[in-house]
T-cell receptor
Framework: AQSVTQLGSHVSVSEGALVLLRCNYSSSVPPYLFWYVQYPNQGLQLLLKYTTGATLVKGINGFEAEFKKSETSFHLTKPSAHMSDAAEYFCAVSRSWGKLQFGAGTQVVVTP | KAGVTQTPRYLIKTRGQQVTLSCSPISGHRSVSWYQQTPGQGLQFLFEYFSETQRNKGNFPGRFSGRQFSNSRSEMNVSTLELGDSALYLC????????????????FGEGSRLTVL
């Protein structure tokens, strides 16, 4: 069975500081991994995804994530936080047709 | 290209009533999935449809049902509403049409926020 664990339900970062959101998965086979962002009163928007190939994945809005099979991790980073990055972030693993299993989410607050 | 459209965006119902939510996928997308989002349970998969057939189903009671039409539009229905059904219901579409696993991106709508009183 696959599961997704996001460490920290809330993260507060200063504007300009590094954003690091942690995601670990459990899977018996190499998974397909995703990071989504949700702004208030909106749906989910894909930030980036890992399927196969390069383990360092670049996404939109300056975010990137590294797939580390040995650590079963897929942490999301952004070198310099912007006020517009305040949102909730979800890590997800693909399970089967149209079905993603999501982590519990991490709420990011950006302080001036 | 228009995104995933969900209607209505907001609705209020009372216990015991039923509700139907609608989803129009991105043009050309044939797979439609539904998710329930609540503060307590997070994002939970309801079901997925492809070519008018339900291919995958989550662990929800039979009060939750759905269907897909020949133009790929989808509806979900919740009968005999309970207070716990209050949630944001998200629809997502994808162009994936074959294979045992969804490797592609899901495109989400803005959701339908249901409040049950």
């Amino acid at each position: 069975a696959q599961s997704v664990t996001q460490l920290g339900s809330h993260v507060s970062v200063s504007e300009g500081a590094l954003v690091l959101l942690r995601c670990n998965y459990s899977s018996s086979v190499p998974p397909y991994l995703f990071w989504y962002v949700q702004y208030p009163n909106q749906g989910l928007q894909l930030l980036l995804k890992y399927t196969t190939g390069a383990t360092l994945v670049k996404g939109i809005n300056g975010f990137e994530a590294e797939f580390k099979k040995s650590e079963t991790s897929f942490h999301l980073t952004k070198p310099s936080a912007h006020m517009s990055d305040a949102a909730e972030y979800f890590c997800a693993v693909s399970r089967s047709w149209g079905k993603l299993q999501f982590g519990a989410g991490t709420q990011v607050v950006v302080t001036p | 290209k228009a995104g995933v459209t969900q209607t209505p965006r907001y609705l209020i119902k009372t216990r015991g009533q039923q509700v139907t939510l609608s989803c129009s996928p991105i043009s050309g997308h044939r797979s439609v999935s539904w998710y329930q989002q609540t503060p307590g349970q997070g994002l939970q998969f309801l079901f997925e449809y492809f070519s008018e057939t339900q291919r995958n189903k989550g662990n929800f009671p039979g009060r939750f049902s759905g269907r897909q039409f020949s133009n790929s539009r989808s509806e979900m229905n919740v009968s005999t509403l309970e207070l716990g059904d209050s949630a944001l219901y998200l629809c997502a579409s994808s162009w994936e049409n074959t294979g045992a696993s969804n490797t592609g991106e899901l495109f989400f709508g803005e959701g339908s926020r249901l409040t049950v009183l």
